[in-house]
């Protein structure tokens, strides 16, 4: 007589068994991945520089009083030099997304560091497209160039999460070339 837990059945199964292995992302679903956290880090940076510093440093007023008063100081924000600054990253972005279609045997793991590599260097970048506006607001209200919104540590803190992770990512590859 035959149990009715007959070995095979579901009850029976081990959890790797139960169900199938997670599908690994290719080096393309990385591209497009890297591709999508560079974009969310320049607009967000963007935001930083023309919305959120600009308001808690002048707090109270509009982003409409803020540009008069700029103005009016003889300065400028300089949203057009930080928008260009940014999309530096966004263009470097969408060539890692292009070459990774264009290179058929191209692997995980250099599409991987080039994205952490782009963010690492969010943060300089991000300093350099934010210099203007932030010296302007200083030389407007007589307060430093610093950033006043505290939403920049969210930028750093990325870039300094990837720059860990491409170190992480760079040791890794480095030990299993010397295994083989």
């Given at each position: 007589?035959?149990?009715?837990?007959?070995?095979?059945s579901p009850r029976?199964?081990t959890?790797a068994?139960?169900?199938?292995?997670?599908?690994?992302?290719?080096?393309?679903a990385?591209?497009?991945?890297?591709?999508?956290?560079v974009l969310?880090?320049?607009?967000?940076a963007?935001?930083?520089?023309?919305?959120?510093?600009?308001?808690?440093a002048?707090?109270?007023?509009?982003?409409?009083v803020?540009?008069?008063?700029?103005?009016?100081?003889?300065?400028s924000l300089?949203h057009?030099f930080?928008l260009?600054?940014?999309?530096v990253?966004?263009?470097?972005?969408?060539?890692g997304?292009?070459?990774?279609?264009a290179?058929?045997?191209?692997?995980?793991?250099p599409v991987?560091?080039y994205f952490?590599?782009?963010?690492?260097c969010?943060?300089p970048g991000?300093f350099f497209?934010?210099?203007?506006?932030?010296?302007?607001?200083a030389?407007?209200y007589?307060?430093?160039?610093e950033?006043?919104?505290?939403?920049?540590?969210v930028?750093?803190?990325?870039?300094?999460a990837?720059?860990l992770?491409?170190l992480?990512l760079?040791?890794?590859?480095?030990?299993?070339?010397?295994?083989?």
């Open positions: 007589m035959t149990s009715s837990a007959a070995v095979g029976h199964r959890s068994e139960a169900s199938p292995p997670a599908p690994r992302m290719g080096p393309r990385c591209a497009w991945a890297g591709f999508a956290v969310a880090y320049a607009a967000f963007a935001l930083q520089i023309m919305v959120l510093n600009p308001r808690a002048a707090p109270g007023r509009s982003l409409a803020i540009r008069d008063e700029v103005a009016a100081a003889g300065e300089g057009s930080a260009i600054v940014l999309s990253g966004v263009v470097l972005a969408v060539a997304l292009i070459f990774a279609y290179a058929p045997q191209l692997r995980r793991a991987t560091l952490l590599l782009l963010l690492v969010g943060a991000y497209a934010s210099f203007a506006s932030g010296m302007a607001l030389d407007t007589g307060i430093t160039g950033d006043h919104s505290r939403w920049s540590v930028l750093f803190a990325a870039s300094g990837a720059l992770a491409a992480v760079g040791l890794v590859a480095l030990s299993g070339r010397r295994r083989h």
